[in-house]
């Protein structure tokens, strides 16, 4: 079973940055699909961003698109989540998890659904301060 290991949440002020990083073990890294979920306090999980390691290709919200970016580093098994230009409504519980399901069914359907993902990380708190 595949272990997920985030880190690099933190507090910021607003228009700061942050790096999370999701370290992935026991797990077949270049054949899945690895995505970014946050829940805000009071509210439902949200994908914000997702890359396919095979070849690359991403997709990111509406509400995060020009702010974060989403890269991978197979050599250490790893996914980034570069957040520039933070905002307090990006303050939540940043989760990263693995799916079958590709980038572009994310940018097809326009959204990443939690039913798509499989192994989930323990989460990593954001806080964003106004």
Known sequence: EAQLVESGGGLVQAGGSLRLSCMISAFTFDKYTIGWFRQAPGKGREGVSCITISDGTTWYADSVKGR????????KNTVFLQMDSL???DTG??????SLVTSTTAQEFGVM?????????QGNQVTVSS
């Open 68 to 75: 974060l970016t989403i890269s991978s580093d197979s050599a």
């Open 87 to 89: 905002r307090p409504e």
């Open 93 to 98: 519980v940043y989760t990263c998890t693995t």
């Open 113 to 121: 659904r939690t039913s798509w993902y499989d192994f989930w990380g």
